[in-house]
């Protein structure tokens, strides 16, 4: 019993039976018979035929072998060389922003009632002014942010 196969689109359906006359075509070309493409292929008349007609139910291996006796088998290179649906849609992908997190401000300090300063004159943390300006960092903000956690860690004036 022959094995069932997906039906194709009708567009699908006709770009098969297109390339399968041009494979025809191309065997006339080159002159050579049916009977002589089929031995080469390893296949049957029968089988040629069916994919000379552009037959769904011929395996992709049948029609490789049938190239290759005619010296078109480097033409399946070609086949999504460019992929310019696939190319636009990876490039969607790579252009959708990216999520921002959530940044949650940090807790400012409350001022102690035993404090000799007011709170407003308490200094703030360097790491503060990183984190609070979301929209550019400079290489000094940076620079000063790695000198300052040093300067903590050896306890040495910033």
Same mark, same amino acid.
């Given at each position: 019993?022959?094995?069932? +196969?997906?039906?194709?689109?009708?567009?699908?359906?006709?770009?098969?039976?297109?390339?399968?006359?041009?494979? %025809?075509?191309?065997?006339?070309?080159? *002159?050579?018979?049916?009977?002589?493409? #089929?031995?080469? #292929?390893?296949?049957? +008349?029968?089988?040629? *035929?069916?994919?000379?007609?552009?037959? #769904?139910?011929?395996?992709?291996?049948?029609?490789?072998?049938?190239?290759?006796?005619?010296?078109?088998?480097?033409?399946?290179?070609?086949?999504?060389?460019?992929?310019?649906?696939?190319? +636009?849609?990876?490039?969607?992908?790579?252009?959708?922003?990216?999520?921002? !997190?959530? %940044?949650? !401000?940090?807790?400012?300090?409350?001022?102690?009632?035993?404090?000799?300063?007011?709170?407003?004159?308490?200094?703030?943390? !360097? #790491?503060?002014?990183?984190?609070?300006?979301?929209?550019?960092?400079? +290489?000094?903000?940076?620079?000063?942010?790695?000198?300052?956690?040093?300067?903590?860690?050896?306890?040495?004036?910033?």
């Amino acid at each position: 019993m022959a094995k069932k +196969t997906s039906p194709l689109l009708p567009m699908t359906e006709l770009r098969l039976m297109q390339f399968g006359e041009r494979l %025809r075509l191309a065997r006339l070309r080159r *002159r050579l018979t049916g009977k002589q493409v #089929a031995e080469r #292929a390893g296949m049957t +008349t029968v089988t040629l *035929r069916s994919l000379e007609k552009g037959s #769904a139910g011929v395996t992709i291996g049948a029609y490789l072998a049938v190239m290759q006796v005619l010296g078109a088998e480097e033409d399946l290179d070609l086949l999504l060389k460019d992929d310019p649906l696939g190319r +636009t849609l990876q490039d969607a992908a790579l252009l959708r922003p990216a999520r921002a !997190a959530k %940044r949650v !401000a940090p807790p400012t300090p409350e001022p102690r009632a035993d404090s000799s300063t007011p709170f407003e004159e308490t200094k703030k943390p !360097a #790491a503060s002014k990183w984190m609070a300006d979301d929209t550019f960092v400079s +290489t000094d903000d940076l620079v000063s942010l790695i000198k300052t956690e040093k300067a903590d860690q050896k306890g040495l004036p910033k």
